[in-house]
């Protein structure tokens, strides 16, 4: 009896991130850990990097067990959402939180063919809104919101 081909490209995947997730506790194991109520500076690298760990293992097991796919690679939407990054990162000091995270999203969201000009602009509008309240006005990080 033939065995079923795993789905390699999923297993790989997974690996990566589990090595990224053990490159981080690596890297943060020189720094003090703290506790939950008095984190250090390690606590929190190492906590996403044991996460990491654990999801890449847990992924990799499901990809031995999920048939094979072929892997559908799309030049666009990676460079939209790579270039409204980079975008970002140009404009939040020169044009201030609100223009820079609305242009991220606005360009972000053309990754997906089927989005509209009006669901763009209420989808920039709410995560520029959710996060201004959440970054700015609940955490209080010192960012111009228009212009610097």
């Known amino acids: 009896m033939k065995r079923p081909e795993h789905n390699r490209q999923e297993i790989a995947a997974a690996l990566v991130w589990a090595v990224i997730g053990l490159a981080a506790i690596v890297i943060a194991g020189n720094y003090a850990f703290g ?25 990799a097991w499901q990809g031995r067990l999920a048939d094979k796919v072929t892997l559908d690679l799309r030049f666009r939407p990676f460079a939209l959402i790579m270039g409204a990054i980079v975008i970002w990162v140009l404009l939040i000091d020169r044009v201030g939180f609100v223009v820079s995270t609305f242009a991220l999203v606005a360009i972000a969201a053309q990754s997906e063919r089927e989005i509209t000009l009006l669901e763009t602009v209420l989808l920039a509008a709410g995560v520029t809104l959710v996060g201004y309240l959440i970054f700015i006005r609940g955490i209080g990080i010192p960012i111009a919101v228009f212009g610097s």
């Open 35 to 59: 506790t939950i109520v008095r984190m250090g500076p390690g606590f929190v690298p190492i906590a996403l990097g044991v996460m990491l760990v654990l999801l890449g293992l847990i992924a």
